[in-house]
């Protein structure tokens, strides 16, 4: 029974930490552009997000939840580059920006208009930086009492928009491929990334709860792994199908934010604007707490505690708080080509690490992600105009999974190439 009330605490504190910004607002828009094919687009987006954040919380625990673990055997400059970047994004650069920019507009602008963006800023990471600072309690804190009451409020406008819903479903979607929609959508959310972050958390509480034994705790996380990716299809399902119901209401060209704002009017008329101000506050804050935390941890341990956590999570509050002034559409429109360039290689660590026991020559590992970083490279160069169209012509680029095939080629080379070690 214990485990049970363990797994539970700690898969909803996961859910919690997981679903932010991006998760609240990407699967509504995903519903509205794809119509009557939302089912397709939610496919797309599932396993861009919770598919691959499951392997990386299997590959994160099977390192006893250090991302450096997980990265270690790409090499030791670019496994360091790497966990930088991956933390940073997750950190004071993107992800943790962004979930105060989005509860500033939606869950404040719409109750208090006017209300001094920077002043929110300071108050949003104040809290961050209280619930964060003892890294220990930050599991408990989230899964105990902030997630139920984030999943209550999130059961309400979703049924809501099941019982009545808000009109027809276009039988057209407004964009061409809508399954790679919904896989570039569930980039945009970074939870795979935030995966392999978070794993430190999960595996730091699991072993203040006194389980001691390795295997355990890989199970436990796993487990607890499995109830977050549960809860998120659920809430990924009706937010998707919520967005799918206003489909002929709205184009494609409405800003994101505002359309979960709208569809909550509409079903809930201003109580809606309350219940949604306290679904984007939690869903945000957890996910900043957890963030915060993970980042405080990965760079303690990177410099051997010469940086203090304390003064890490200081910091990126501190930085956060700047950059969550942009706005949430500034943020999103330049964490694109970034995740775009650092994911494949993170996606192919963490495939690779899942074999890792069975791969003895380190070159896989190294060729590889190297092959990843490439063609991720030329891809986003493609995209900034730099005519590279070869790119587009590999195996799987209609799936935006241009980087499999030269990834798998490069790996099987490395693996007739001796490691010096």
Known sequence: MRNIKDIMVVGFALF???FGAGNLIFPPFLGLVSGSS????FAGFVLADVGLALLAILAAARCNGEVSKVLSRSGKNLSVILG???????????AIPRTAATTFEMGIMPLFEGFNPVIFSIIFFILTLMLTIKPSKVVDIIGSFLT???LIALAI????GILNPLGEISTTPMIENVFVEGINQGYQTMDTLGAVALSTVVIATISNKGYKDDKLKVKLTLQAGIVASIAL?????GLAYLGATVSTKYGADIVQTSLIVNITSMLLGQPGKIILAVIVGLACLTTSIGLTSATGQYFTKLTNGKLRYE?????????SAIVSNFGVSTIIQFSAPILSLIYPATVTLIVLTLFGNKINNDNVFKFATYAALIVSMLTVANDFNISIPFVLKLPFASFG?????PVTIAGFIGNFIPDKK
């Open 16 to 18: 919690a930490m997981f």
């Open 38 to 41: 939302w089912l397709t687009g």
């Open 84 to 94: 930088c970047a991956i933390m940073i994004c997750l950190g004071p650069l993107l």
């Open 148 to 150: 139920p009451t984030l």
């Open 157 to 160: 406008l979703i049924i809501s």
């Open 233 to 237: 299809c659920l809430v990924y399902g």
């Open 311 to 319: 003064i890490v999570v200081t910091v990126v509050c501190i930085f």
């Open 401 to 405: 999974f241009n980087w499999i095939v």
